[in-house]
């Protein structure tokens, strides 16, 4: 059996016939920027987050970079990003001026580690990004009191947890602003690149607005030095279809991710842990193996396909060289980069095909 590592097939066969209507409605509205099928999507997708401010713009990393910009963090200031997450979190900061500031992740959840988080704090930090990898919010109290206690302000990298929950609350309300990617392979995709802020201050939300359309709220007045980076009406309209269908694929995800818990049972391979406070949003399945390279043999073997997130911690990378960090200084996240293999989940995903793999898996 063949099966891959993701397949939007079974999705995009069902959304077919509404999203070619989607499509020529704003086709033949002939209005592609700025307009109705945004602001439509922005009130939903605050909706969705329980915020009451949502921007849409071109991407995730814009995302991060705008609430940045917004917050006037910039040359000089230091932004805390955890040691193990997409390189986008840490771009966002080095896009806006400042200096990344990485802190390790912990064993349970693969989230930034709140005890290791107040040594990194200097009188130049200004801000703390908290990435929800692989789909769940790690320990957000304690990062919650520290940012607090220093008077830091707290932003969700969210491209991964569309959907995630912290006691009940969204992610993407938990923090002062939060970034969100709707790249295609995310929970919400569109069919190219898009992203949005999620935020509760109407000053954060404004200013996103200006600095991502030109610094401009009227047009040719620029108050900002700003930015190209808007959500276009096609993308809108897409992600206003597909909105609708979130909680039945976080369902099916959901079923996936529950069969794997309790059928793989291979001591070699460590499954991921919930946080009994969240609700997962199961971006990616995430199992840690020793011998990793052994194990992608055997699924590769097995026609099942896998990837790793993310093969490099923040500090190894070359890009980042320059900041003066050595192998050895966050050994949780380079344990990660070591170990983790993504497992297939995605909608629609047979019976069969789960069983197939927790099948392989547990043979390894
Ligand atoms: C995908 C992702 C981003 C960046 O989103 P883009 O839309 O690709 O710019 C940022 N952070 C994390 C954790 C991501 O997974």
């Known amino acids: 059996m063949k099966i891959p590592f993701a397949d939007f097939t079974p999705m995009h066969r069902e959304l077919r016939d509404t999203m070619m209507n989607t499509f020529a409605e704003v086709y033949d509205a002939g209005w592609f920027i700025g307009g109705k099928y945004c602001r439509e999507f922005e009130k939903e997708f605050a909706e969705y987050c329980n915020v009451p401010y949502c921007i849409g713009c071109g991407n995730g990393l814009d995302a991060l970079h705008l609430i940045l910009e917004a917050s006037g963090i910039g040359a000089g200031d230091e932004v805390i990003v955890p040691a193990q997450t997409f390189i986008a979190t840490a771009l966002a900061v080095t896009y806006a001026g400042a200096r990344p500031v990485f802190v390790d992740i912990e064993t349970e959840y693969y989230c930034m580690d709140p005890e290791k988080l107040e040594a990194a704090i200097t009188p130049n930090t200004r801000a703390i990004i908290i990435v929800h990898l692989y789909g769940q919010v790690g320990r957000f109290e304690e990062i919650k009191a520290i940012a607090d206690k220093h008077g830091l302000m707290l932003i969700e990298d969210a491209a991964q947890a569309h959907g995630a929950t912290y006691k009940g609350r969204p992610a993407g309300s938990l923090g002062d602003a939060a970034g969100f990617s709707f790249y295609p392979g995310k929970n919400l995709g569109a069919l190219g690149d898009a992203g949005a802020v999620c935020t509760f201050s109407p000053e954060i939300a404004n200013r996103v607005r200006a600095l991502a359309n030109y610094g401009s709220h009227t047009k040719y007045v620029h108050e900002y030095r700003g930015f190209n980076s ?135």
């Not at 976080?250 to 291979?266: T, V």
């Not at 990378?317 to 497992?343: I, K, T």
Request: hydrophobic share 40%; with cysteine; glycine share 6%.
């Open 230 to 364: 808007r959500l276009d009406e096609i993308q809108s309209a897409w992600l206003c279809v597909k909105l609708q269908h979130m909680d039945k694929w976080h369902r099916d995800r959901e079923r996936i991710a529950q069969r794997y818990l309790l059928g793989i049972s291979n001591p070699a391979v460590k499954l991921p842990r919930l946080n009994h406070d969240a609700k997962h949003a199961w971006h990616l399945f995430a199992v840690l193996v020793e011998n990793r390279e052994l194990f992608e043999a055997h699924l590769d073997s097995h026609g099942i396909g896998h990837q790793t997130h993310y093969p490099f911690a923040m500090h190894m990378h070359q890009a980042y060289r320059d900041l003066g960090y050595s192998e050895g200084d966050f050994p949780v996240a380079e344990m990660n980069a070591a170990q983790e293999v993504s497992l297939p989940i995605y909608y629609g995903m047979s019976d069969e095909q789960i069983g197939y793999v927790i099948d392989v898996v547990n043979r390894f």
